[in-house]
């Protein structure tokens, strides 16, 4: 055995109906650096997101910067799978903040506390896996996409 890592996905790695719909209005800058992400995240899991977020029910969630301003918010349904749940550009005060976004479709209001960033995994190096909330944020976000 030479040591190195396995090269094949531990993790599976899947788009919303919503993420695909953020995802294939990406420009194709975008949307190269989102596919390099996601790759990262089926070799890796919840080492390979940047931070969790913050916030009841929010906690159960993390970003990936992407570049400049555009950022993926990811789940983690079960231990072996990651969800890309929204990607877009994080411009506050915006209509189109993704941020704003994914806490209106958590149904919770924006934290208004300084944000930590914990990393993504828990302590124990294991994804913040909730498949609850990752089904509760799917269907808030598709339900404001239908208001749109």
Known sequence: MSGRKSSRPSFDVWRTPIGEED???LRADVQQVVDSKEDALA???CAAADYRLSGALADRFCSLHLMRD???IVGFPAPGEVAVLLVGR???GS???LYGRFYS???ISVPSVQRKKPPCCEETGIAPVDAEAVQRIAAGTKALA???
């Open 43 to 45: 070799r890796d899991g």
């Open 23 to 25: 995802y294939r209005k």
């Open 105 to 107: 479709g958590l149904g």
């Open 146 to 148: 239908r208001g749109r």
């Open 90 to 92: 994080h411009i506050r």
């Open 70 to 72: 555009w950022r993926m």
């Open 95 to 97: 209509q189109r903040d």
